[in-house]
C-alpha cells in the first residue's frame, strides 16, 4: 500500500501505484457552512469535494476536533447535513470524503470550524416571587438554560422605568423589600456560566412594590 499526500487530500493506492500518479484527484475539497452560527441545536451544512474523474464511491463522515486538531468520527454522522449536539460544545467539525476509483482511495477533508459555543442559552425565562411589599422578600427564579448552568453574580435594582433603575444591596437569589423601594418594580440581572463561557441574564416584573 502506498500513500501519497495532496494538501487536504490523502490517496492511498490498494494495489501498487508504481510511479505513476494516481488518477483521482479532489480539486476543491468540502467547506463546511453553519445555518445560524457553531450553536448546539443549529445546523451544520458541507459542499461536495469536486473531483478530477467520477468516483466509483464516496462515503461520508463528521468529525468532531479539539483545541489541538485531534479528531474523533461522530456516531451515525454520515450525511452532508448534520444536526449539532449538545456532545459537540467547545470541539470543532471537520468533513471527510472518501472516494474510491478503480483500486484507489482518496480521502479529502474539510478545514476545521470554529469551535462550537458553550455560551448557555435559556429556554424558559426566569422570574421574581415573593411578597412585593416592603419588609416583604423577593426571591429570583432563574428559569431554565439548554445544559447545566453554574448560576451566579446578582445584580438586584429597583426601576421607576425600564430605563432607570438604581442598584440596591443584594448580591445573593434574594432581596429584602426596603422602604425606599416602595413604588417601584424589581429588576434582577444575573450570570449562567457552562464551562467558562458566561451569559448575562436579565428578569424583571411589572409589580410595583406596595408600602
Known amino acids: 500500500m502506498k500513500i501519497i499526500g495532496f494538501g487536504l487530500s490523502v490517496v492511498v493506492c490498494l494495489a501498487a501505484c508504481g510511479a505513476k500518479a494516481p488518477s483521482l ?34 462515503r461520508l463522515s463528521w468529525l468532531h476536533c479539539d483545541s489541538v486538531g485531534t479528531c474523533s468520527p461522530i456516531a451515525g454522522a454520515m450525511g452532508r447535513i ?80 425600564p430605563s432607570s433603575c438604581t442598584p440596591v444591596t443584594s448580591t445573593m437569589d434574594f432581596y429584602m423589600v426596603q422602604a425606599a423601594d416602595a413604588g417601584k418594580t424589581p429588576r434582577v440581572r444575573y450570570e449562567a456560566e457552562h464551562l467558562g463561557t458566561k451569559a448575562m441574564v436579565e428578569v424583571s416584573s411589572t409589580t410595583p412594590i406596595a408600602p
Open 25 to 58: 484527484t479532489a480539486s476543491t475539497p468540502p467547506a463546511i457552512t453553519f445555518d445560524a452560527g457553531a450553536l448546539v441545536g443549529g445546523t451544520a451544512r458541507v459542499s461536495a469535494a469536486i473531483y478530477s474523474t467520477t468516483p466509483d464511491d464516496v
Open 82 to 161: 448534520y444536526q449539532i449536539a449538545l456532545t459537540d460544545e467547545g470541539q470543532g467539525l471537520r468533513f471527510d470524503e472518501t472516494a474510491t476509483l478503480a483500486g484507489t482511495m482518496l480521502v479529502t477533508s474539510s478545514q476545521i470550524s470554529a469551535a462550537i459555543d458553550t455560551t448557555p442559552i435559556q429556554t424558559q425565562p426566569g422570574q421574581i416571587t415573593g411578597m412585593f411589599n416592603v419588609g416583604g422578600q423577593l426571591n429570583l427564579i432563574p428559569g431554565q438554560f439548554d445544559r447545566a448552568a453554574r448560576i451566579g453574580n446578582y445584580q438586584w435594582a429597583m426601576c421607576t422605568s
